[in-house]
């Protein structure tokens, strides 16, 4: 086991002490054989003096050996107790290494050791505490993110079809025209009305128009590229943002649209089918670039196909405003 040394005390100081502990114990049993030999030669005086030196040498090395056990017994335990335990404190040696402090000290040793086990047991298990509580809080976190993702989600749907309603539509359509404003790039918005929809409820019911206008958005959802957003803009009409989107191609897909519509339309059995009419406007035919006027411009768009429409089954066009 390797010695430790209470900084406070130098080594030449305990070579010293050492020193000179061992010259006054070779004058102690010098004086030893010196009084034997008085004694056997009979000079009794001499001898007493001898012997009276002997006890004043005693002393001093009763003194001196005390304070060599001394020494041994707390002042080095002392400084290796305190060497180690910073050093346990700061993870460098590990506590059992406290175990190695002897002396009078390896009691308190001991306890400083089970002190620091007890220390890091407690550390551990408020870190564990403090992960569970993180975990925990993260979980009600996301849960409650969760919860008001779907509220939002709920608010701006529309409960029938499943669509965006006008109200989220109102939110998007002026930042997609900003957004494509600003980076140049094409917008088209297609606006939808169903034909005949309120001959359809008086015959068939409002169950029957439920299931057209549910049927017309899943159309809606399954024809529209990736990216486009569709709305339910009230009543029986219908909005979809595309951007991205060239002229050319919103015209096709409002075709495509308009055919499947119409074909779906023509599975009820009424005297007057539903069908669709479509507009279609686009960004570049603005003067100014703005959410309202976008809209007006494709509200007049399908007031011109639902005119034709009607002009062509005999009846009155139905005016929408945007």
């Not at 030669?41 to 009276?52: F, N, T």
């Not at 919860?147 to 989600?153: D, E, F, P, S, T």
């Not at 606006?191 to 005949?196: E, F, G, Q, R, T």
């Not at 009419?277 to 007049?300: K, M, N, T, Y």
Request: charge should be positive; charged fraction near 25%; glycine fraction near 8%.
């Amino acid at each position: 086991m390797t010695d430790f040394v209470d900084p406070s005390i130098s080594r030449p100081r305990i070579h010293r002490k050492r020193m000179v502990s061992a010259l006054v114990i070779i004058a102690e049993s010098g004086g030893f054989i010196g009084l034997t030999a008085l004694l056997l030669s009979g000079r009794l005086m001499d001898a007493l003096v001898v012997l009276q030196l002997m006890m004043a040498l005693a002393l001093p090395v009763t003194v001196m050996w005390a304070t060599v056990r001394r020494h041994r017994n707390w002042h080095q335990p002392l400084g290796q107790l305190q060497e180690l335990i910073p050093r346990v404190r700061d993870g460098l040696e590990p506590i059992e290494s406290l175990a190695k402090v002897g002396g009078k000290l390896a009691p308190l040793a001991a306890l400083c050791q089970q002190m620091l086990r007890d220390v890091r047991e407690e550390k551990l298990r408020i870190m564990q505490l403090e992960e569970e509580v993180r975990q925990r809080i993260a979980t009600r976190t996301e849960a409650l993110e969760r919860r008001i993702g779907a509220l939002r989600q709920q608010a701006a749907r529309d409960g029938l079809t499943g669509l965006f309603n006008r109200r989220a539509l109102d939110d998007y359509l002026p930042e997609a025209v900003e957004r494509c404003t600003e980076g140049k790039t094409p917008l088209c918005l297609i606006m939808i009305d169903i034909d005949n929809f309120k001959p359809l409820n008086d015959s068939l019911g409002h169950a029957a128009g439920d299931q057209m206008l549910k049927s017309l958005a899943q159309i809606i959802r399954s024809t529209i590229r990736e990216g486009d957003v569709a709305f339910r803009n009230g009543g029986d009409e219908f909005v979809v943002v595309m951007e991205g989107c060239e002229p050319a191609s919103a015209e096709e897909l409002a075709k495509r649209i308009e055919s499947l519509g119409g074909s779906f339309g023509k599975t009820f059995r009424v005297k007057q089918p539903p069908g669709l009419s479509i507009g279609v406007a686009h960004l570049d035919q603005l003067r100014e670039p703005a959410a309202q006027h976008l809209l007006r411009a494709a509200d007049q768009a399908l007031y011109k196909v639902k005119t034709a429409h009607h002009a062509a089954a005999g009846g009155p066009a139905r005016r929408r405003s945007a």
